[in-house]
C-alpha cells in the first residue's frame, strides 16, 4: 500500500527541539523527494522544505534556517524533520508531502499529520 | 517570490457551481488542494487542469496568465472544505501555498 504514516503526537515545552518521522510504503523511497509542510491551528499550510531522499540535498524556507534539519534514512525508507528551539507559536501539524515526480511538482500523497504541541 | 492570493470564503447552494480563484504573477502550473477538518490535504487538480485518477469530473482547473480557477460543478454538501492553491517558487526552491478558500455549501 502507498502511504506515508507519521509518528504520533509531541508535547514540548519552549527551547526544546522535536523530531518527527514519516515512514514510507509502496513505492520507490529514494527516487523521490518529500516536503514538509505545517499548519498552525486555524491557519493555512505553509511549506517548511524538502529532502531529496536518493541523495539527502535538503532545501529549507528562510524562516526555518537555522532551526530545521531534514534528514532521510534509506535502510528503514523514513524520512525524520527536526526543529529546534522551539516557541509556542511552532505548534501546529507537521505534515509530510511527496511530490509526483520532481520536487517543483503538485504533491499527490500526503501523511497524516503529526501534531506538536510547545507550551511556554 | 510567489504571492498567491486567495478569497477568504466562498458560498454556492447545492447543485450550484462553484469557482474558487488563485491570483499571483505569472504563477505557471498552479495546484489545488481541498482538506477537510482534521484531515491532510488531497490534490483535486494538478497542472492547472489535470485531474488526478479518483478525482471526480464535477472537480476542474482553468487559468493562465496571473490567475488560476479552481471549478467545482454540481457542488454537494460533501465539498465543503478549505481549498488551497499552490505553485513551485522557482527563487526559493520551495512549494508556496495561497492563504485557502473556505467553500460553504449553504
Known amino acids: 500500500q502507498v502511504q506515508l504514516v507519521q509518528s504520533g503526537a509531541e508535547m514540548k515545552k519552549s527551547g526544546a527541539s522535536v523530531k518527527v518521522s514519516c515512514k514510507a510504503s509502496g513505492f520507490d523511497f529514494t527516487g523521490h523527494f518529500l516536503y514538509w509542510v505545517r499548519q498552525a491551528p486555524g491557519q493555512g499550510l505553509e511549506s517548511m522544505g524538502w529532502i531529496n531522499c536518493g541523495t539527502g540535498a535538503t532545501t529549507y524556507a528562510e524562516k526555518f534556517q537555522g532551526r530545521l534539519t531534514l534528514t532521510r534514512d534509506t535502510s528503514i525508507n523514513t524520512a525524520y524533520m527536526e526543529l529546534t528551539s522551539l516557541r509556542p507559536d511552532d505548534s501546529a501539524v507537521y505534515y509530510c508531502?511527496?511530490?509526483?515526480?520532481?520536487?517543483?511538482?503538485?504533491?499527490?500523497?500526503w501523511g497524516q499529520g503529526s501534531l506538536v504541541n510547545v507550551s511556554s | 517570490s510567489s504571492v498567491l492570493t486567495q478569497p477568504p470564503s466562498v458560498s454556492v447552494a447545492p447543485g450550484q457551481t462553484a469557482r474558487i480563484p488563485c491570483g499571483g504573477h505569472d504563477i505557471g502550473p498552479v495546484h489545488w488542494y481541498h482538506q477537510k477538518p482534521g484531515q491532510a490535504p488531497i490534490l483535486v487538480v494538478s497542472?492547472?487542469?489535470h485531474r488526478p485518477s479518483g478525482i471526480p469530473e464535477r472537480f476542474s482547473g482553468s487559468g493562465s496568465g496571473n490567475t488560476a480557477t479552481l471549478t467545482i460543478t454540481r457542488v454537494e454538501a460533501g465539498d465543503e472544505a478549505d481549498y488551497y492553491c499552490?505553485?513551485?517558487?522557482?527563487?526559493?526552491?520551495?512549494?508556496?501555498f495561497g492563504g485557502g478558500t473556505k467553500l460553504t455549501v449553504l
Open positions: 508531502a511527496r511530490p509526483i515526480g520532481g520536487r517543483y511538482e503538485a504533491g499527490d500523497l
Open positions: 497542472d492547472t487542469s
Open positions: 499552490q505553485v513551485w517558487d522557482v527563487n526559493r526552491d520551495l512549494w508556496v
